[in-house]
């Protein structure tokens, strides 16, 4: 394989797993790290939404005790079924429209300036979002994800469908359509990581059944590279978000997008930056 190729691959994975699990986009990230790094092409969208699987992963790994109980109560704990539930059920609104209007929405939205404009405007919503929390505090009735009902997942799963546009962010709606519903940061922040599991693995199982002409055994190494680097970047930002949510909110993120967003129009408006469609 291409030494250059090679760091493209680990590049892209450390962006994904740095950036899956804030309230950033990571779709709308290596939207734009491709570009940069001249990383497209239709095998390369599936290639970003294979190395999800790092991140899922990761996750797995970290919350593997809680997994693992769920999966042995299964059949017979009614706290571990009802988990299991509202799981599929917040999953079900991203799939379902994920499936009717994916085309659509990566024929034209998957592109630098769309991307940039998303950035801004979830920037702006997140602000918002958090000022009114601070003005007219939220009585927080959810402190953890078993409390949750089945209507609560259902919202979340609205929230998260958001996301289908790129530069919105996953985990970003999720937590912040969560803690609007009333839970807890930290029971919004994990309640989103174990809903990027099968929203995640969905996407890259669905992507990889569908675009399985345009791949070949010669792109595993290329395509383990990126998912290798997600995982351990990944890793290592779901336990820094963790320990960050205990004192913060999420206005950091927000200015972030809003100033990296206008830096990507002012970049293209000027021509300091030809950005690759």
């Given at each position: 394989?291409?030494?250059?190729?090679?760091?493209?691959?680990?590049?892209?994975?450390?962006?994904?797993?740095?950036?899956?699990?804030?309230?950033?986009?990571?779709?709308?990230?290596?939207?734009?790290?491709?570009?940069?790094?001249?990383?497209?092409?239709?095998?390369?969208?599936?290639?970003?939404?294979?190395?999800?699987?790092?991140?899922?992963?990761?996750?797995?790994?970290?919350?593997?005790?809680k997994i693992a109980?769920?999966?042995?109560?299964?059949?017979?704990?009614?706290?571990?079924?009802?988990?299991?539930?509202?799981?599929?059920?917040?999953?079900?609104?991203?799939?379902?429209?994920?499936?009717?209007?994916?085309?659509?929405?990566?024929?034209?939205?998957?592109?630098?300036?769309?991307?940039?404009?998303?950035?801004?405007?979830?920037?702006?919503?997140?602000?918002?979002?958090?000022?009114?929390?601070?003005?007219?505090?939220?009585?927080?009735?959810?402190?953890?994800?078993?409390?949750?009902t089945a209507l609560?997942?259902?919202?979340?799963?609205?929230?998260?469908?958001?996301?289908?546009?790129?530069?919105?962010?996953?985990?970003?709606?999720?937590?912040?359509?969560?803690?609007?519903?009333?839970?807890?940061?930290?029971?919004?922040?994990?309640?989103?990581?174990?809903?990027?599991?099968?929203?995640?693995?969905?996407?890259?199982?669905?992507?990889?059944?569908?675009?399985?002409?345009?791949?070949?055994?010669?792109d595993l190494p290329?395509?383990?590279?990126?998912?290798?680097?997600?995982?351990?970047?990944?890793?290592?930002?779901?336990?820094?978000?963790?320990?960050?949510?205990?004192?913060?909110?999420?206005?950091?993120?927000?200015?972030?997008?809003?100033?990296?967003?206008?830096?990507?129009?002012?970049?293209?408006?000027?021509?300091?930056?030809?950005?690759?469609?």
């Amino acid at each position: 394989m291409d030494l250059i190729l090679a760091l493209k691959a680990i590049i892209m994975g450390l962006v994904e797993g740095f950036t899956e699990f804030l309230p950033i986009s990571s779709t709308g990230h290596l939207i734009l790290a491709g570009s940069l790094l001249d990383f497209t092409g239709e095998k390369i969208k599936v290639f970003e939404i294979v190395i999800q699987a790092g991140a899922i992963f990761a996750v797995c790994w970290e919350y593997r005790k809680k997994i693992a109980s769920v999966l042995s109560g299964l059949f017979t704990e009614r706290k571990a079924q009802k988990f299991a539930i509202n799981l599929l059920i917040a999953f079900l609104p991203a799939a379902i429209l994920g499936l009717i209007f994916s085309k659509k929405i990566k024929a034209v939205l998957f592109a630098p300036i769309p991307v940039a404009l998303a950035f801004i405007v979830g920037g702006v919503i997140i602000l918002l979002v958090e000022r009114h929390a601070k003005n007219n505090p939220v009585s927080v009735r959810i402190h953890s994800v078993d409390d949750m009902t089945a209507l609560d997942a259902l919202k979340v799963g609205c929230a998260q469908a958001f996301a289908l546009i790129p530069g919105t962010s996953r985990s970003g709606a999720s937590i912040i359509g969560g803690m609007m519903l009333g839970l807890s940061r930290k029971a919004a922040t994990e309640f989103s990581f174990f809903l990027a599991i099968p929203t995640l693995l969905g996407a890259t199982v669905y992507s990889l059944y569908k675009e399985r002409a345009l791949l070949s055994l010669a792109d595993l190494p290329l395509f383990g590279l990126g998912t290798l680097a997600a995982f351990v970047s990944a890793f290592l930002c779901v336990r820094w978000l963790l320990r960050y949510i205990g004192s913060h909110d999420f206005s950091a993120f927000a200015w972030y997008r809003i100033g990296f967003g206008l830096l990507v129009i002012a970049s293209a408006y000027f021509g300091w930056v030809v950005w690759a469609e």
